[in-house]
């Protein structure tokens, strides 16, 4: 094979540091070429070659040293490395790619290496098939301290902005559903009640979390493993907007312990006066720098300058009282003497008459300090003699909502068990992806969704076939299924079981029956990842809800855990008034309404990109039930949309293949040393008079005028799909469809709530 150059490349980043291979006479390599794996139709293959025997040589054995710290035959070598090669056929380079060295043998003292060579595409899959989300390289660097600047400015039209992501409403705790400020509900509604409600609804910005943008993981993966890739598809607005949702604990607090300040010493009142209880503490400081501290010297407790919280503040003591009768006033004041309120607004203060006897008296309540706020325990008596023994107080940091100057770890916010092959196959699996190796550079990938893909212009093939060999022509797949179902994994959210109780399938899937003769069974193309449905409680915001609901039918948080859903900045929509009700953030939860701030556009994140007006889903297919029903104002209801993933991406793809008009055939060509080094699975051939898909050229002998057998699928005149607004409805007609999917039906989300 003396027209045959072999080159392999430990030092990718050292083309120079090449080591040329020796290759004997014998030696047969041979490659298959494919776009897709021709047995299941989620699945995308690259180049890929049969066993390669190079014999051991001077030159073969420094290489293989060099590339795969080869000991000896005993001595064993760097399993599963990836080194770079190229190889040549008079003088024209057919491939590059990567090779592994798969084993070594000696057969009658004959030493052999037994290597395989990939494309680009397929060694990038090997790279990540191990690698975790959390561990892509450039995660860190979105690391942040939270503030209201940062998250309000994420909230642009600016998709896939330089920060890499955008805070967003993802509703994981059952909290944004109940904030109805005329009739406020669940654990913060004792604070609402207390205010006026001059807003219509409230969503704290401390609850919000950072979602990741698609893109950004997608940019890190690629150049962590050295590659780039190029696609109009993923520089769409389309693409762009799609985010991973907050995966960490839902929600959560930062919460401290509930610890005791004791006065140690006895308080008396030698005259009628008030006084400010000094606590000494006993042991070390129970609240930190960070989390606010208590002065032993003038009895002043500082809330953390960082961030506002909800005390539960308990004062108890035994007081003993002089003859006659004495009046105590106990009181939780601010530094400056101005009684502070609790969460109903009430002022913090207790009187009591004790006569001349030991009582013990306590003052229990739940109040909100803002930051850097103070707070002092005051005991006033009307007569003289009182004594406070044995005194304490206790003030527990329940929870802590405010995040602001909090150091955001962005690794928190992916799921922790997902793979980066995860979320790769996600997409593919999604929008029907193509990924295919640039033929001039080898670490350049294009990516494109399938009727995007085959745009190049076409070649022709009419002279290249050898008519006189076998031609295998199938009309209709026999590997194919006669059903094809889509769908997302299963959240375990309580609106997916709901649905799942309701109809049997997952919310958003789409399954079609095709007309293929021989398909039988169903293949199930489902995702990893789980979706975010959104729904309405009460009012007219429209969010992702990804809470479960215990039995006694309270609401229940859950991990986000790994889900993808699109991100829009919108605007609501009106009442049947034409009224537009606006929705409140606020910052630090302080209670001067002054440091509020309303609007009527919202950071949604969910499945459809506007549930006030959708115009693209990334369901499968139309939900049969919805969970918002927008009046427009107009007597009507906001139409929904059938322009989902299946019907934009899948369905043409799926006639293709397996409808009665497919048609795939093998045949025998005779290519050249040309055609491989320009081949291109992107431009459709010409041949027989009729424009094909090219799927497989298999085992192609590099440097051997041989025929090769080539896959091809015929191009059908389809109608390109054509996206309809859908009027939901109210009932369950099981027999109203538009293009085979079901009107989606109007409910209620989860009754009583």
Same mark, same amino acid.
């Given at each position: ?96 790619? /990567? ?16 290597v395989a060579i990939y494309g680009e595409e397929v060694a990038l899959f090997s790279n990540m098939a ?53 009739? +406020? ?141 004495? /009046? ?54 009307? /007569? ?93 797949? +026999? ?34 029956? /095709? ?239």
């Amino acid at each position: 094979m003396s027209n045959v150059k072999f080159v392999c490349y430990p030092d990718a980043d050292t083309p120079s540091s090449g080591f040329d291979l020796d290759v004997s006479v014998d030696t047969d390599i041979a490659v298959t070429f494919s776009v897709q794996d021709l047995a299941d139709v989620t699945k995308r293959k690259g180049a890929f070659s049969k066993t390669i025997a190079l014999p051991s040589t001077k030159g073969n054995d420094a290489a293989f040293r060099h590339a795969y710290n080869v000991q000896s035959f005993v001595g064993g070598f760097t399993p599963n490395k990836q080194v770079k090669c190229a190889v040549w056929s008079d003088g024209v380079q057919v491939f590059a790619g /990567t090779m592994q060295l798969l084993s070594m043998s000696v057969t009658k003292g004959q030493a052999t290496y037994e290597v395989a060579i990939y494309g680009e595409e397929v060694a990038l899959f090997s790279n990540m098939a191990d690698v975790k989300l959390v561990d892509t390289v450039g995660v860190t660097g979105m690391n942040h301290t939270f503030s209201v600047s940062l998250v309000t400015g994420t909230w642009d039209d600016s998709y896939s902005d330089a920060s890499g992501y955008v805070y967003g409403i993802v509703d994981a705790a059952g909290h944004f559903h109940c904030y109805d400020v005329s009739n +406020p509900l669940g654990p913060l509604a004792p604070l609402f009640s207390s205010v006026t409600p001059i807003f219509d609804r409230l969503i704290p910005i401390e609850l919000m979390r950072p979602n990741i943008w698609v893109k950004k993981m997608v940019d890190l993966i690629f150049a962590q493993h050295g590659y780039r890739y190029q696609s109009a598809f993923f520089d769409s607005q389309e693409f762009e907007r799609m985010v991973i949702p907050y995966a960490g604990d839902a929600f959560a607090y930062a919460s401290g312990s509930n610890k005791c300040y004791v006065g140690s010493e006895e308080v008396t009142w030698d005259t009628a006066q008030e006084k400010t209880i000094i606590f000494d503490q006993t042991g070390d400081p129970f609240f930190n720098g960070d989390d606010g501290k208590f002065n032993t010297t003038n009895g002043i407790f500082t809330a953390s300058s960082q961030y506002a919280g909800k005390y539960q503040f308990r004062f108890e003591g035994l007081f003993t009282g002089a003859s006659g009768t004495t /009046t105590l006033v106990i009181s939780a004041r601010d530094s400056s003497g101005n009684l502070l309120k609790d969460i109903y607004g009430d002022d913090i203060t207790y009187t009591q008459a004790i006569g001349a006897f030991s009582r013990g008296l306590s003052l229990d309540r739940t109040l909100i300090l803002s930051p850097s706020q103070t707070l002092k325990v005051t005991v006033s008596s009307d /007569t003289a003699g009182l004594t406070l023994n044995a005194s304490t107080v206790q003030i527990s940091l329940l929870e802590t909502f405010s995040r602001v100057g909090q150091s955001i770890d962005m690794r928190t916010a992916l799921p922790a068990d997902t793979l980066q092959i995860d979320l790769l196959a996600d997409l593919q699996k999604m929008f029907n992806l193509y990924f295919y190796q640039s033929p001039q550079d080898p670490s350049l990938i294009y990516i494109e969704p399938w009727g995007d893909f085959y745009s190049e212009p076409v070649v022709d093939w009419s002279q290249k076939s050898d008519e006189n060999e076998e031609m295998t022509m199938v009309c209709g797949d +026999p590997e194919l299924r006669k059903r094809f179902t889509f769908a997302y994994r299963d959240g375990g959210e309580a609106l997916s079981k709901q649905y799942r109780n309701t109809w049997q399938t997952g919310y958003g899937s789409r399954q079609y029956d /095709t007309d293929n003769f021989y398909g039988r069974g169903e293949q199930v193309i489902e995702t990893k990842a789980a979706t975010v449905i959104p729904a309405q409680y009460r009012t007219n915001i429209v969010m992702g809800r990804t809470w479960d609901v215990e039995a006694d039918g309270s609401i229940r948080t859950m991990k986000t855990g790994y889900r993808l859903a699109q991100y829009n900045y919108v605007k609501m929509q009106p009442s049947p008034s034409g009224s537009v009700e606006t929705w409140l953030w606020v910052d630090g939860f302080k209670t001067a309404a002054s440091s509020w701030v309303s609007g009527d556009t919202l950071p949604y994140i969910g499945h459809v990109d506007n549930p006030y007006n959708p115009s693209q889903d990334l369901a499968f297919g139309i939900p049969r039930q919805i969970y918002f029903a927008l009046p427009d104002g107009q007597a009507g209801f906001t139409p929904y949309t059938n322009n989902n993933l299946f019907n934009t991406y899948w369905r043409n793809y799926i006639e293709e293949i397996a409808s009665k008009e497919a048609m795939q055939v093998e045949a025998t060509f005779l290519l050249t040393v040309t055609d491989i080094a320009t081949l291109d699975f992107r431009a459709p051939v010409y041949w027989h008079g009729i424009r094909w898909r090219l799927l497989e050229i298999k085992d192609y002998r590099i440097g051997q005028n041989v025929m090769c057998r080539v896959t091809l699928r015929r191009i059908l005149n389809l109608a390109e799909f054509s996206a309809q607004s859908v009027n939901p409805v109210g009932n369950y007609n099981l027999n109203a469809e538009v293009q085979g999917e079901y009107y989606p039906q109007i409910v209620n989300p989860i009754k009583g709530k």
